[in-house]
Each structure stands twice: as C-alpha cells, then as structure tokens.
T-cell receptor, first 117, second 111 residues
Framework: DTAVSQTPKYLVTQMGNDKSIKCEQN?????MYWYKQDSKKFLKIMFS???????INETVPNRFSPKSPDKAHLNLHINSLELGDSAVYFC????????????????FGPGTRLTVT | KQEVTQIPAALSVPEGENLVLNCSFT??????LQWFRQDPGKGLTSLLL?????REQTSGRLNASLDKSSGRSTLYIAASQPGDSATYLC??????????FGSGTQLTVLP
C-alpha cells in the first residue's frame, strides 16, 4: 500500500505547455508539501499546505499553482513551462499529532521527473 | 535563512567499516532534524527523525546525534554493507515544519 503516491512518474513536454502533477497520501496526514530537486540533486521546499490552507510559498514563480481539494491531495499545476522547470518534483506529507517522537516526520513520494524540451 | 551543509560530499569505504556522516546548520532554532536515504532515480526514505529536544536516535545499525547549540548532527553507520550505498541527506525542520536540505553525502560501500 503506497503511502504517498504521485502521478505521472515521468512527464516530457514542450516549452509553453501547461501540465499538472498529482499527489495523494493515504496516511491521514494534515500537512502536505511540494519540493523541487534540481539537476544538481539539491532539494528545496516550494509549497506547504496544512488542512488545505497554504502555509509556505517560497519564492516560486506564480506559474506554479498548488491546489489542495482535500487533506489527502495536493496537486501542482504549472503554466507556460520553461526549460528551467526541468527537475524532479517530490510530494511529501506529515502529521502534527503523530505522537511526540514522530511529530512532523515527513514521508516522500517517489517523485515526478519533468523534462521540458 | 537556514543553511545546511553536509561533509563529505562523497565517501567510499570497504565493507564492514564504521563511518560517520556530518551535517551542520546555521540557525539553531530548529524544530527537528531528519536523515534520509536516496537511491539513484528513487524517492527519499526516512531513516531517523530527531526532535529538537532529543540528543540522539537509533535504528538498527544507524545512530543519529543532534547538538543544537553547535548546529551539528552526525549519522553513524555501523558495519557498513554494499546495500548501504546511496546518497544520504540531512534535513532540518523549521518553524513552519518545512525541511531545509543539505546537498547530501554520496556513500559507496565496496564489497
């Protein structure tokens, strides 16, 4: 049973297109995140949602728009894709009240490799 | 702004050796610290989570320590095996619970 799943796993598209990446978690967590891993393998937070409310929006272009229809889903929509958007995008989730020792332990999805040509 | 540094960037050891991976962070006001493992082309697997009030956590052959005041954490791997070969990432949890990652240590354990 996959805890955090993402679709698609691979996405190849042309510059200027609009695409979406979906994320679902079945852990009952209340907080979800999007991270970007660039070509140098560096991971950086993009967005964080708690109970469907946006908590963190790091300096991400407004072409990126997260949408959380419910606590179990956090989708990422990207408009007007650019070459520099090519990266691996990871979704993650955590729960505040998992017991003190495990509070806010983040669980990651398998990633979506986006290639913009 | 939190910055996380991991040293060394790459490490190659013979099987059976004990080893230490280092992580340092600039802002000691952290909520927690999490160590991950990433295999090539794969996602992140959580290894150990240390809350800010804790000093260490252990899981099997892994032991992670945290010294918040000096801004340091170490991941100790005992009796390394070829299957331990991966990139190890240190991530520090901030006030909004977001993680700030280091650039990782690429570990190769030679049979």
């Amino acid at each position: 049973d996959t805890a955090v799943s993402q679709t698609p796993k691979y996405l190849v598209t042309q510059m200027g297109n609009d695409k979406s990446i979906k994320c679902e978690q079945n852990l009952g967590h209340d907080t979800m995140y999007w991270y970007k891993q660039d070509s140098k393998k560096f991971l950086k937070i993009m967005f964080s949602y708690n109970n469907k409310e946006l908590i963190i929006n790091e300096t991400v272009p407004n072409r990126f728009s997260p949408k959380s229809p419910d606590k179990a889903h956090l989708n990422l929509h990207i408009n007007s894709l650019e070459l520099g958007d090519s990266a691996v995008y990871f979704c993650a989730s955590s729960q505040r009240s998992s017991g003190r020792a495990k509070a806010y332990e983040q669980y990651f999805g398998p990633g979506t490799r986006l290639t913009v040509t | 702004k939190q910055e996380v540094t991991q040293i060394p960037a790459a490490l190659s050891v013979p099987e059976g050796e004990n080893l230490v991976l280092n992580c340092s962070f600039t802002d000691s006001a952290i909520y927690n610290l999490q160590w991950f493992r990433q295999d090539p082309g794969k996602g992140l697997t959580s290894l150990l989570l240390i809350q800010s009030s804790q000093r260490e956590q252990t899981s099997g052959r892994l032991n992670a320590s945290l010294d918040k005041s000096s801004g340091r954490s170490t991941l100790y791997i005992a009796a390394s095996q070829p299957g331990d070969s991966a990139t190890y990432l240190c991530a520090v949890g901030g006030s909004a619970r977001q993680l700030t990652f280091g650039s990782g240590t690429q570990l190769t354990v030679l049979p």
